[in-house]
């Protein structure tokens, strides 16, 4: 197991800047997800802690050992890719085994870490079958067998459940997490998917446009963001964003209604803000301000509404997510207010997040 240290890492294609300087620190034995939209850099910052891409400027260090000129081989990482890089002709043992044949391990020692691995993963009684005879699940878990097996310092996984079914990707997230809870071995995972990340991660980096935008424990993100991308992106359904202006202590929305403005540390009287509401911290109040229920999605443990808020011509969709179960139909008219303590507030201007407290 190895600390991996990220110092002011930059990379170039050209003259476009596709990594814009990330400094991030991960501990020995963490489990770090970047994550963040298509584009965003996270793959290629993957890439360069595995040596596959060439780094531009800044350092990578693994267990203090700076390895910008360290070919991918010497490195001491191994990675699990998206679509799984599987020898088509070799069994499942084979494939588990091929790193080890390469650097011409003794065929005891090969035999006992694909015996442990398979094990581990559940794959004792498919070692002699070859790909095409697997499941998208049980070819994952060769991909992660095979990483396994070569006992790294360092797991780097690159989306490797985006081509399986929605349960099958429930499914393996546990099992991913659990693996990490029995190894304790430092990995670094890339997703654009938020609730694997919410899920899995010790440590979640946020990257948007090539920077890093917020780093945090999964809950410490969810309720604390640093600006609005990341109380965006971060939390499904996403955060409501409602714009106004602070007048007299009062948050009066662009679409016609107003709230009491939460308690702040700095004066933002006469700004241009903008109040996030979960969709789960917004309760049925009839001292509340009147919303148009639009559409109704119940899913048995709770009801999600889409509901029109402000007055004609300035009306703006939120949604809300009741875990009671409520019988309105669209068309009709409902009063809501934030739940005491929930709301976020952010200035428009420079879009950081000002307060987090008492509505």
């Not at 050209?14 to 991960?26: D, L, P, S, T, Y």
């Not at 996030?276 to 899913?299: N, Q, S």
């Amino acid at each position: 197991m190895a600390s991996v240290d990220i110092r002011d890492v930059r990379k170039a294609f050209g003259a476009v800047q596709i990594i814009k300087g990330v400094n991030v620190e991960i501990a020995d034995g963490e489990f770090v997800i970047l994550v963040g939209p298509s584009g965003c850099g996270k793959s290629t910052l993957l890439r360069m802690i595995a040596g596959l891409e060439n780094i531009t400027a800044g350092e990578i260090a693994i267990n203090g050992r700076v390895v910008n000129n360290v070919p991918p081989k010497e490195r001491d990482i191994a990675m699990v890719f998206q679509n799984y890089a599987l020898y088509p002709h070799m069994s499942v043992k084979d494939n588990m085994a091929f790193s080890m044949k390469l650097r011409k391990a003794e065929q005891s020692e090969i035999d006992e870490r694909v015996s442990k691995a398979a094990k581990i993963l559940g794959l004792t009684p498919l070692l002699d079958r070859f790909p095409r005879q697997l499941s998208g699940g049980q070819r994952q878990r060769v991909a992660m067998g095979r990483a396994i097996v070569r006992d790294p310092q360092v797991f780097l996984f690159d989306e490797p459940l985006s081509n399986l079914d929605a349960k099958l990707r429930v499914q393996m997230r546990s099992e991913i997490k659990e693996l990490h809870q029995r190894l304790k071995t430092t990995t670094v995972y890339v997703t654009h998917d938020q609730i694997e990340a919410m899920t899995m991660a010790d440590k979640i980096v946020v990257m948007h446009d090539g920077i890093v935008e917020q780093i945090g424990a999964p809950l410490d993100l969810y309720d604390n963001p640093a600006n609005l991308f990341v109380a965006g992106f971060i939390g499904s359904p996403a955060m409501n964003f409602i714009k106004g202006t602070a007048k007299g202590g009062q948050f009066v929305a662009e679409a016609g209604f107003s709230l009491p403005l939460p308690k702040t540390g700095e004066s933002v009287e006469g700004e241009a803000v903008t109040l996030g509401l979960r969709p789960e911290y917004i309760r049925m109040d009839p001292k509340g301000f009147a919303a148009e229920v639009v559409v109704v999605e119940p899913t048995g443990s709770e009801t999600q509404v889409a509901l029109h808020i402000g007055k004609d011509g300035q009306q703006q969709e939120i949604i809300a997510l009741f875990r009671e179960r409520i019988s309105a139909k669209p068309g009709d008219i409902i009063h809501i207010a934030p739940m005491e303590g929930r709301a976020h507030l952010f200035s428009t201007k420079s879009e950081r997040r000002v307060s987090i407290t008492t509505v």
